[in-house]
């Protein structure tokens, strides 16, 4: 009974080392060593929200969710290098990537896509942005947002029917697409010259690895 016993136990553990040992395999095959993200964003295109030159040599192409924390945190880092740096040396591209955890993402991307339509999406961004605390934890976002619409001076009917515009709906719904083909689970994520950005969480060190790429596009 003492060797059925042993020899059960035996089996059952190598069972088990054999599934852990797989498992090691499957994940080491599925992520990339360093911790980087596995694909690359889509191209940029017309229908992209940019700042900057189209002949920009760095092009940081971020995915970014309006209600997310982080992403409010990195919006001050990237305004901040945007000021510093010239438009024909850094272009930004903005994506939206709302998480299905943030109640407010998708009416605070609408928002943007609506301003966007009448020539102000940058204007909507910063405001959405730079007020975080008023409208992320709101029950009804959307009068904070036709405030800020109003605040632009935009046409206020306009801007109402375009909150539910299946146009502004679409461009949402391509860049959460294109940012899971890319392999984004988080936000922000950020890439530059199609290279995702890892354990970034300064501002130097995000200037540095801007101007390393600038430096790198000048050879």
């Known amino acids: 009974m003492n060797t059925k016993r042993i020899i059960f136990w035996a089996c059952f553990l190598i069972v088990l080392a054999l599934i852990v040992w797989g498992l090691a395999v499957a994940m080491s095959r599925s992520l990339p060593t360093d911790g980087s993200i596995a694909g690359t964003p889509a191209p940029v295109t017309a229908s992209d929200h940019v700042q900057g030159s189209v002949t920009a040599p760095v092009t940081v192409i971020e995915y970014s969710d309006f209600q997310c924390p982080a992403c409010e945190s990195f919006y001050w880092s990237v305004s901040r290098l945007l000021q510093e740096e010239s438009s024909t040396t850094l272009r930004l591209v903005y994506r939206h990537f709302p998480l299905p955890q943030h109640a407010n993402a998708i009416p605070a991307s609408m928002a943007a896509e609506a301003a966007g339509l009448q020539g102000k999406f940058w204007e909507m961004y ?81 200037k540095k690895l801007i101007d390393q790429a600038a430096s790198v596009s000048s050879r």
């Open 126 to 206: 910063d405001l959405i942005f730079k007020n975080h605390t008023d409208w992320t934890e709101s029950s009804d976002p959307t009068k904070v947002f036709i405030g800020y619409a109003t605040t632009l001076g935009l046409d206020i009917n306009k801007f109402i029917t375009d909150l539910n515009s299946p146009i502004s709906r679409q461009v949402i719904d391509s860049d959460i697409q294109s940012g899971q083909v890319a392999g984004i689970n988080a936000t922000p994520t950020f890439f530059i010259n199609g290279k995702a950005i890892v354990n970034t969480s300064s501002y130097a060190d995000f």
